[in-house]
């Protein structure tokens, strides 16, 4: 078990000998080392110099919930219920999703991690989630309406989510349908919704979110497509901190509108990101593809797809969706 405090002694990048770390945590100098293998095995590179100690080479930006509230506009630090911040957890959108089961969960609870050692990506995917380097996250939120209602929250989220990027200074970001993030056809965020509760009455969403902030080169290999992040995309260092609360800025007023208004009024703006817009793509519905020119999205949600002399409405489930290049590419 890593010590919390240990961690914020080393957030700041420089050497400790582990004499003085022992005596800070009032343990022994081995009880040091153990816990900095366990650092190096969630993937944090460690350098320790004999003589001079153990250093975390840029230092570590924590995640802290007073820092995210104080981020926070008056609404959405109003409509936040609890933060719920761990070190390590399996999955972020598994812990709400038991507590949602288990019904203590009520709407605006914020679920965060540091490290996530099942992370939950859509299609059964893994979201590769290296500690301390992303943003991790789930929040719980209820909604009235029925599940049906809520064929367009995803595509929401992801506009709320292009919000909050542009207001920190990133753009070029665009939206792939249903709930992907995209920077030059880069995978940048994704969204994996999952709710609980009655189809025509009340449901619990989970809402989870991973965003790319500084995801380390080792692990490239794991993730298996095209990534970006925002140290790649921003001049200036984004604290998580700064990144989460804008993301709630964002998110927060949007879920209230799109409670009220459902999808419709998000259409015009969705399309103005759409990274698709009026291209050639290529659906795949388990083994059946489909060709035929992108027309948006409707009031629903539902993607539009021109093929065979007809415009046909997807709905988002087992749903995949790629640019269709011109042949040579
Ligand atoms: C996707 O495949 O694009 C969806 C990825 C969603 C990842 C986030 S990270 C926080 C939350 N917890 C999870 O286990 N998954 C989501």
Not at 184 to 212: F, T
Not at 282 to 294: A, D, F, Q, S, T
Request: net charge negative.
């Amino acid at each position: 078990m890593i010590d919390d405090r240990l961690l914020s002694i080393l957030s700041n990048g420089q050497f400790h000998s582990g004499r003085e770390l022992g005596e800070l945590l009032g343990v022994s100098r081995s009880a040091i080392w153990k816990q900095m293998k366990e650092l190096e095995q969630l993937g944090v590179d460690v350098y320790s110099i004999r003589g001079r100690g153990y250093r975390i080479p840029g230092g570590l930006d924590l995640l802290c919930e007073k820092q995210i509230v104080t981020g926070c506009s008056e609404l959405a630090s109003s409509r936040l219920t609890t933060i719920s911040l761990e070190r390590i957890v399996d999955s972020t959108n598994m812990m709400a999703m038991r507590e949602v089961h288990q019904q203590n969960v009520i709407s605006g609870r914020l679920y965060l991690a540091e490290y996530q050692t099942a992370g939950k990506g859509r299609r059964g995917r893994t979201w590769v989630s290296p500690f301390a380097k992303n943003l991790y996250f789930s929040l719980v939120w209820r909604f009235t309406q029925g599940a049906a209602a809520l064929e367009g929250l995803s595509l929401v989220v992801g506009l709320a989510l292009v919000k909050a990027l542009n207001s920190l200074g990133i753009a070029q970001v665009q939206v792939k349908w249903p709930n992907d993030l995209l920077v030059n056809s880069r995978k940048l965020a994704g969204i994996l919704l999952e709710m609980h509760g009655d189809a025509s009455g009340e449901c619990q969403v989970v809402i989870g979110v991973g965003v790319n902030v500084a995801m380390p080169e080792q692990a490239e290999e794991a993730i298996g497509q095209p990534w970006t992040d925002l140290q790649q995309l921003s001049a200036v260092d984004i604290s998580r901190n700064q990144l989460m609360s804008e993301v709630l800025n964002h998110l927060v007023p949007e879920l209230d509108r799109f409670s009220e208004y459902g999808f419709a009024v998000f259409k015009d703006e969705w399309q103005q990101v759409h990274a698709f817009q009026n291209e050639t793509v290529r659906l795949m519905l388990g083994n059946k593809e489909i060709v035929g020119e992108c027309q948006g999205v409707d009031d629903r949600g539902a993607l539009m797809v021109r093929h065979g002399g007809r415009v046909e409405h997807f709905h988002a489930g087992e749903i995949s969706v790629r640019r269709q290049y011109a042949s040579g590419h």
